[in-house]
């Protein structure tokens, strides 16, 4: 066994070694080295072969055609892409869209920058499992509703929607659905030919790809169009300019591939060892899983450890690499808004980890883990006099806390 | 054989720089934005980055902006700026990268925006610029310090003095520079200017904006908040290593680099101007040391090029990123060139890897490639 262990698969992934032998094939002299966009040689086709191939492994994990497939910079870019593509592009039919206050911040913050634009955008609140409830978005959609922006798979509770049914009522209504995928892809089957998603964003580092490569899916029956954000040159059928970079596109297109070759046995096996670690402390007094039991991802299991803080605890497992929540966030010592938007409170919010396991997460390291959780949460609680307050029998949602 | 005279499109990488790469795909793969010891060697590693790229460009590394490349930094420096200072106008060379001409285009309608013309080198009008800066409240003007297709190298200190007494913003694109010539942030006086990994021997998909703090950026990417606010995105750690290795690699190899260039530049336009009926574009203007751009008129570019690539001879007709369109070189069309001579028109840019041996190669392919099109037929 290694140290650290690292259990932070949803922040992101190292590059499965076939991918990145796979990369290194489109990098240096004598090999793919060429810029795709090159028509008048052997190393543009040949780049342009490889691109080519990837995207339709990508389209294939999705049941999508290669053809809907566009390339960006990340999920991040994708987000982006799509809503304020959307937006631009239908903003005459009308300026509301829908989305959830337990999305990614790259959905947030580009709806809040659509707002400062003059947009109207409806923050649903999740139910206290971490799932929208349809009714309410049914109930959320106006005449004016051009979009609903929904994640897949929640980052941080690992939490798994029901698309295909919110796909049929946002067509039924004529309204565009845009799917933040980055966390499902590979782990939850996705069917486009089924789900009625009109946009759904990639991510290939969440996957086993490389950082700074993703993908926008974008629906040609019945067709969707967008604004381009990224002008220049014209890639992409004009809706993603900029030189296309093979290796990562080509890391991209592996990964995906691998995923739908080993999803359904790597599901059964990431199960068995988060069932292994959740069994391993759910004993432990006054500690709560956050989201859903039954709909989230394999992989995924959050925990809250009250009386613990969570930054704190992240230092203590120093072998163990964990977070408290999006990486993206963590910066911050803000709780976690998902939490706080799923109606835990402050403590709990402030207490919570996110353990996420992974394609190179074994047995022993589960154990290990363990061990070293329920040493370190008995070490730091032994410390909290809020928890020997607790263990007093002292209610301490009723104590008036004094300021100085 | 396989000649590749193409490095103006993409390099190949640099195996050093691959070496530093690959331990951050695989064992030092954490989020740069995570708190744990493995996301923090990410993100020293980004820090270490920054501070190469900077310096090769004379810059502090805090006003470096990593991006997805070029393009992306390209659209940030000019839309960011627009809405972040809320300017009043908009104008760039009419012989830009289409990621300057189509986001300025883009504003058609809502902010006034122009071209400025250039001269038969290509080189930027002076008058032109002095008159819409006179004319303009608060512009940004965009011009690139070496053009991809000619390798001619505007004197931007000199225009950019210009726009700046004026109270002006300029951006510089100087992807097609780094690598080619010294490049300094601070003595261009430009207060934007866009980099580029892949032109210098670094990896596709990373480059950066390099900003000068008197300038307010608006992102065009939002969500977590990477690169200060100004670019959101999980960090491509990978590529900015690699940005950072191929940058110092250039900044300590440069003048070797462009003596090797500039000789084989020299030994190839010296056999070039053998041949009879050649047009050499921007012949007597300061050109990037790799970079030849000239025309055989009476045949179609395109024709040549797929008969020169049956050989193993990898050429283009000018910007990759134009190169679906069978129209003629923007380029050349501002700098009056003829229509029909403009549509032959090959260019030339020299790597590091090329050797005499390659152009000689070259020129015995061409000469028959030309021979069987009967163009030289008349002169031997």
């Known amino acids: 066994m290694k140290l650290p262990i690292y259990l932070d698969y949803s922040a992101t992934t190292p590059v499965d070694p076939r991918v990145a032998e ?20 052997q190393f543009g086709w040949e780049a342009d072969d490889a691109v080519k191939n990837a995207r339709k492994q990508v389209a294939d994990l999705i049941n999508a055609d290669s053809k809907e497939i566009v ?10 892409l799509a809503i304020k593509g959307i937006a631009h592009f239908y903003h005459k039919k009308g300026k509301h869209i829908i989305t959830c206050k337990t999305e990614h911040k790259a959905v947030l913050d580009t709806c809040r920058q659509l707002e400062r634009e003059g947009f109207e955008v409806t923050y649903l609140d999740p139910e206290a499992n971490g799932l929208v409830d349809l009714k309410k978005l049914e109930s959320a959609i106006r005449e004016d509703t051009i979009l609903v922006s929904l994640m897949h798979v929640n980052n941080e509770i690992g939490v798994v929607l029901d698309i295909e049914a919110v796909g049929e009522l946002t067509r039924s209504k004529g309204i565009i659905l845009h ?19 009109d946009l759904m964003s990639f991510s290939a580092h969440k996957i086993y790809g490389p950082k700074g490569m993703g993908a926008l899916y974008v629906r040609r029956k019945p067709r969707v169009r967008l604004e381009a954000q990224m002008h220049g040159g014209g890639h992409e059928r004009g809706m993603r300019s900029g030189t296309l970079a093979t290796h990562q596109i080509v890391g991209m297109g592996e990964a995906f591939a691998i995923a739908k070759a080993e999803m359904a046995t790597e599901n059964e096996r990431l199960h068995t060892l988060r069932n292994r670690l959740y069994d391993g402390i759910k004993d432990m007094e006054e500690i709560y899983l956050n989201g859903d039991e039954e709909s989230r991802i394999a992989g995924n299991l959050n925990v809250s450890f009250n009386f613990v803080e969570g930054e704190s605890l992240i230092m203590a497992l120093k072998d163990v690499a964990v977070s408290s929540g999006s990486a993206c966030t963590s910066a911050s010592l803000e709780p976690s808004y998902v939490l706080r938007a799923i109606g835990r409170n402050d403590e709990l919010a402030h207490s919570s980890i996110r353990f996420s396991i992974g394609r190179f997460t074994t047995e ?8 070293l959780i329920r040493d370190k949460v008995e070490k730091l609680r032994d410390l909290s006099p809020l928890w020997e307050m607790y263990k007093d029998g002292i209610d301490l949602s009723k104590i008036q806390w004094a300021a100085h | 054989m396989s000649i590749y005279f193409d490095h103006n499109a993409a390099t190949p990488l640099d195996e050093r720089v691959l070496d530093e790469m690959l331990p951050f795909m695989r064992a030092h793969y954490a989020n740069p934005s995570s708190i744990h010891s493995q996301g923090r060697v990410a993100r020293n590693a980004i820090n270490i980055a ?22 992306e930094a390209n659209n940030l420096a000019i839309k960011g700026s627009l809405r972040g200072m809320g300017l009043s106008a908009l104008t760039c060379s009419a012989i830009e990268h289409p990621s300057i001409r189509d986001v300025v285009r883009y504003f058609d309608g809502t902010v006034p925006n122009s071209e400025l013309p250039v001269d038969s080198s290509g080189y930027i009008v002076k008058d032109a610029l002095i008159e819409i800066c006179q004319k303009e409240k608060q512009l940004l003007v965009s011009m690139m310090l070496a053009n991809n297709e000619t390798g001619t190298v505007q004197n931007i200190l000199e225009l950019t003095q210009v726009a700046r007494s004026q109270g002006h913003f300029v951006h510089t694109d100087a992807v097609q520079a780094i690598g080619k010539m010294p490049v300094d942030f601070v003595k261009l006086g430009v207060h934007l200017m866009t980099i580029s990994a892949h032109k210098f021997y670094g990896p596709k998909g990373i480059g950066a904006l390099i900003y000068d703090k008197s300038i307010d950026v608006e992102p065009i990417v939002h969500g977590g908040g990477q690169e200060k606010n100004l670019r959101s995105g999980t960090e491509n750690v ?10 110092s690699l250039a900044g300590s190899n440069l003048e070797k680099n462009q003596k090797h260039l500039a000789n084989l530049q020299r030994y190839f336009e010296e056999r070039l101007r053998q041949l009879p009926s050649i047009v050499l574009f921007a012949a007597n203007a300061n050109r990037l040391v790799n970079t030849t751009f000239f025309s055989v008129p009476g045949i179609v570019g395109e024709a040549l090029l797929m008969r020169l690539d049956e050989c193993g001879v990898a050429l283009t007709s000018g910007s990759a990123c134009a190169s679906k369109s069978d129209k003629p070189s923007h380029v050349l069309m501002a700098m009056g060139v003829d229509e029909q001579v403009a549509k032959s028109a090959i260019r030339v840019s020299f790597g590091l890897k090329n050797t005499k041996v390659e152009i000689d190669n070259f020129f015995s392919v061409l000469v028959l490639q030309l021979n069987l099109l009967g163009l030289l037929n008349a002169e031997s």
């Open chain 2, 238 to 247: 990978a590529g900015i290593v690699g940005f950072g290795k191929a940058a």
């Open chain 1, 71 to 80: 390339w960006t910079s990340g999920a991040t870019e994708s987000n982006n």
């Open chain 1, 179 to 197: 799917v933040d995928a980055a966390q499902s892809a590979g782990k939850v089957p996705i069917d486009l030919k089924k789900m009625k998603v």
């Open chain 2, 50 to 71: 920054r501070e190469q790229v900077a310096e090769l460009v004379n810059a502090h590394p805090s006003q470096v902006i990593f991006t997805s490349g070029g393009t």
């Open chain 1, 364 to 371: 022993e390291d589960i154990d290990y883990s363990i061990k």
């Open chain 1, 22 to 41: 796979k990369m290194c094939n489109c990098l240096t002299m004598g090999q793919n080295f060429g810029n795709p966009a090159s028509r008048s040689h």
